[in-house]
T-cell receptor, first 113, second 114 residues
């Protein structure tokens, strides 16, 4: 299923602090998860992904955690910078072939200088 | 990395007119492309799956006669909003999976219907 919010929740963090953005997904069959960053007026930009056979994956300054038991994803951003201010979406899909990607509600991250 | 472009980036039209939006995969072929719509402060909602050489597959609640999709080639899909009305004003985004299955998103098209 898909979740659509009437408004985006906002997370405000001080520059230099760590950010944690959470997401719940709905389809138990989903086995591939992606986090996207969207700046105002632009398309989504890939940040990091994780497959269902993993529970943690690290990138540069970002970490994704996956809890399949409760269908929960989180994105951790270390040492948050002003350039990280954007809307972040988690997305889920079923791998194999060109499967459609279903987006979560999204969270707006505001970094306070 | 792979690039997906959209044209135009912005369009303003009068109510009742039709608007065509193009989505191109610039350095890879895509037999499938996806069209999304995003209203302000909301998430991306999948409208339809565009299939090269066959009819598009529409999501529930999306009018196929209003949102015409043509996958003309392995690098081009078009979305035509027919008889546009103010409630069709939105941000339209396409995506295309590369050979590895990774999705690449276009920069979006802002449609404003007066």
């Amino acid at each position: 299923g898909e979740s659509v919010g009437l408004h985006l929740p906002t997370l405000s963090v001080q520059e230099g602090d760590n950010s944690i953005i959470n997401c719940a997904y709905s389809n138990s069959a989903s086995d591939y998860f992606i986090w996207y960053k969207q700046e105002s007026g632009k398309g989504p930009q890939f940040i990091i992904d994780i497959r269902s056979n993993m529970d943690k994956r690290q990138g540069q300054r970002v970490t994704v955690l996956l809890n399949k038991t409760v269908k929960h994803l989180s994105l951790q951003i270390a040492a948050t910078q002003p350039g990280d201010s954007a809307v972040y979406f988690c997305a889920e899909t079923v791998s194999g072939g060109y499967q459609k990607v279903t987006f979560g509600t999204g969270t707006k991250l505001q970094v306070i200088p | 990395g792979a690039v997906v472009s959209q044209h135009p980036s912005r369009v303003i039209c009068k109510s009742g007119t039709s608007v065509k939006i193009e989505c191109r995969s610039l350095d890879f072929q895509a037999t499938t492309m996806f069209w999304y719509r995003q209203f302000p402060k909301q998430s991306l909602m999948l409208m339809a799956t565009s299939n090269e050489g066959s009819k598009a597959t529409y999501e529930q609640g999306v009018e196929k006669d209003k949102f015409l999709i043509n996958h003309a080639s392995l690098t081009l899909s078009t979305l035509t909003v027919t008889s546009a009305h103010p409630e069709d004003s939105s941000f339209y985004i396409c995506s295309a999976p590369s050979g590895t299955g990774e999705q690449f998103f276009g920069p979006g098209t802002r449609l404003t219907v007066l």
